[in-house]
């Protein structure tokens, strides 16, 4: 079954026009300084963690300005956050993490401003609970990889669209990309004549933005399991150009498409992942596609760097993180040396009774 996430609304653009003015202002303002230096995604977040914020401080906390917030009208947020809002750890964080760098900024660059002169950054001093998984994470098998293209691809007879997303998961694990990278993976980018380590690999002709600081991200090559992908891909480029053509739609490089014809949305993704998940009764989320990859490769034998180097960690410490193989699954070269010690030891013959 498709994961389950409890959601709490307490910001509407009502409340948002009402936040105090200098909040308003000094928001606007840090997020300008921030998007010389972070993603698009990241300002996103910062704005939608302060509106959640502001609106509560609107509504519980006389809609103070932000410096004459006190440490227990801080604390009573975060309370809220985890009582009424039902924050994991993971979600407390990040909502912590941004006052704090909005408070950091405010001692950094503001200090000069009668107004925030004595500010003082008291965040730091609310305590975060420890950081836990508050999902069990999905482990998926190449049987019900097997069994879900599958299944798609006879469903693709009576509705075509359904091969483009077999060939959406068979993207996602042969390249072990996020959602957001398989879609930023276009048509003009690929040739299966621009292979790489020893022609088992596509690579793409450009990089790509993937996850990193920066507005621009971390821009990399994306390796893509050849044999795995071609044949679908074949697949489905001539249904994509025969649905762009009947809706009249001017070519674009997108490989996944709506019906009308035109480049899809990650939402449109997630609604994919929660009708898998219902036809092999398994929680299926975009993300599981990329530690499929990772478990795929180490199960076969590939290096950690080498893997590490096709993902494009900095650190091969993430392999690890993301192999889901058991130990018992994994090759264990000192096995050979216990059993041939197990073959060279005489145990002692059973006393005569």
Known sequence: MARETFRKIITTP???????????KLVDRFLRYMSQMRSE??????????????????????NKPFEQIKKLEMQDFFIFCSEELRYSPNRYSQMHSSLSSLSTYIENQLDELDRYANFRNIVPKIDKPPKEPVRKKTIISPAQIDELTLLLEEQSKEEPFRMQEALYIVLSISAGTRLNETLRITTDILDENETAFDDLFLVTKEPIKTKGRGRQGKMLHKYIIKNL??????????????????NNVAEHNAIFIKRNGEPIKP??????????????????????????????????????????????????DMVAIYNDLRIDEREWKGLGKLAEALNETKLPKEKNK
């Not at 995604?41 to 006389?62: E, M, Q």
Request: proline content about 4%; aromatic content about 18%; hydrophobic content about 35%.
């Open 229 to 246: 992908f071609l044949p679908w891909y074949k697949k489905w480029l001539p249904i994509r150009e025969k649905v762009m053509k009947e």
């Open 41 to 62: 995604g990241t300002i996103k977040t910062y704005r939608s963690n302060f509106n959640i914020f502001f609106c509560w401080n609107l509504d519980y906390n006389d």
């Open 267 to 316: 939402a449109t993704v997630n609604d994919w992942t929660t009708r898998w998940s219902k036809m092999i009764d398994l929680d299926i989320y975009p993300h599981s596609f990329r530690h499929y990859f990772v478990t795929y490769l180490s199960k076969i034998g590939l290096e950690a760097e080498l893997i590490q180097s096709i993902v494009g960690w900095t650190s091969s």
């Open 14 to 24: 009502e409340k948002i026009e009402q936040i105090e003015p200098n909040n308003k």
